[in-house]
């Protein structure tokens, strides 16, 4: 591969264990890795593209998001950033809401935010120049991740700092669950069009081989349930299947996570 200059950034797609995504930004000489659950595949990818590790991104501490990174730092020393309330021994520069990530390798610079619910540090990484966002578990395509540490409050307001973003902002969240989110999306929210539009679109692209992320930011606030618990359609299945007697946000949005939890 031949060497891109510093504002030619490029974010790879390196698939993992059954669903993952892993995730290495890269400048055609240097690539950061985003949550590195297995060392191998972020190894061959850097192997196979001529890359030098100059950092390792971290957003909580779920073993196939932090399992590969002991291997790579046998291979590379490298900065290590991650949460600073996730416990994660590796991490070197423990990071939360407000602070900023430079990389001067790479001439990116990326802001956090702290978006607890998933686990109780969990944070995001946003590169505003570039208009990415990094979630780990929070927001995923269609859906959010399970609360097996946080409250249904906190998942509610870490999806709506991300819903504020801008709406052309990419979602790299860290697995292929898109249609399993959208089925559930479509017991929702049947008479959403964009949500039927998004079910074939994103259908057709695994019909190819193809991942379904990137999202984007105004795509969710379209079709993912999650961000769509204020929707008068959305209050009424709730109110209709009984599972609130009120529309009330809270009430609500806990009752979507409670059903998508046995759906």
Known sequence: ??????????????????????????????????????????????????????????????ADHIGGVPQLLQHTKVPVYGPRNDAIAAVTIPLGEGDQVDLAELSLQLSVLDVPGHTRGHIAYVAQQQGWLFCGDTLFAGGCGRLFEGTPAQMMQSLGKLSALPPDTLVYCAHEYTMANLRFAQAVEPGNAALQQRIADEQAKRDRGQPTVPSNIALERQTNPFMRYTVPAVLKTLTDSGRIDHPASLAAFAALREWKNNF
């Not at 995730?23 to 240097?30: A, C, D, F, M, S």
């Not at 690539?31 to 990818?45: E, K, M, N, Q, S």
């Not at 196979?48 to 957003?59: D, G, S, V």
């Open 1 to 62: 591969m031949s060497a891109l200059s510093n504002d030619a950034l490029r974010v790879l797609a390196v698939p993992a264990f059954k669903d993952n995504y892993l995730w290495l930004i890269h400048n055609g000489v240097h690539a950061v890795a985003v949550d590195p659950g297995d060392a191998a595949p972020i190894l061959a990818a850097l192997d196979q593209h001529h890359l030098a590790l100059a950092a390792i991104l971290l957003t909580h501490h779920h």
